[in-house]
């Protein structure tokens, strides 16, 4: 099925044994629970729905990546660390990774995630941008 074709590009760059098995058995689970996919695509919806909400500024996807501008590396890295003292995982990305005053947060959604959660982490990550910075003068 087309929704499959990741894989199978994925499937074709790595043509080890042990990786085309594994991938067999991926391609396998998900056509067997095809509701993974779905409540996947729903939970990273609403989570975008909620970043919104909340003002946060963000790069507009339908992917379950979702990435939060913010903007400077020092705020990047200072954020992350904030986000994840408070319970949130987020990876950072700074230059040169993305362009000089473009980084950002990349949040991750997980099939297994609940709203609850993903409200939560919405709202963690809201009130943690929305604090003031120790960079601005």
Same mark, same amino acid.
């Not at 990047?76 to 995982?89: C, N």
């Not at 990305?93 to 982490?121: F, K, N, Q, Y």
């Not at 709202?123 to 003031?132: F, K, S, W």
């Given at each position: 099925?087309?929704?499959? +074709? @990741? *894989? #199978?590009? @994925? ?15 991926i391609e396998?689970?998900? +056509? ?10 729903? *939970?990273s919806s ?12 963000? *790069? ?7 990435? $939060?501008?913010?903007?400077?590396? %020092?705020?990047?890295?200072? #954020? &992350?660390? /904030?986000?994840?003292?408070?319970? @949130? ?10 362009? %000089?005053?473009?980084?950002?947060? #990349?949040?991750?959604? /997980?099939? &297994?995630?609940? #709203? +609850?959660? *993903?409200?939560?982490?919405? %709202? $963690?990550?809201?009130?943690t941008l929305?604090?003031? &910075?120790?960079?601005?003068?």
């Amino acid at each position: 099925p087309e929704d499959y +074709e @990741v *894989i #199978r590009l @994925v499937y074709e760059a790595l043509y080890q044994p042990g990786n085309n098995f594994t991938l067999d058995e991926i391609e396998d689970y998900l +056509e067997a629970h095809p509701e993974l996919v779905t409540n996947l695509a729903d *939970i990273s919806s609403h989570f975008r729905k909620r970043l919104l909400e909340k003002n946060v500024h963000i *790069i507009e996807a339908e992917t379950p990546i979702v990435p $939060i501008y913010t903007y400077t590396e %020092e705020n990047t890295l200072l #954020r &992350s660390r /904030m986000i994840y003292d408070a319970g @949130v995982y987020v990876n950072p990305v700074i230059t040169p990774a993305c362009a %000089e005053g473009e980084c950002l947060l #990349r949040a991750t959604c /997980m099939a &297994s995630h609940t #709203r +609850e959660l *993903i409200d939560e982490a919405a %709202e $963690i990550i809201a009130v943690t941008l929305a604090a003031p &910075s120790p960079f601005e003068a």
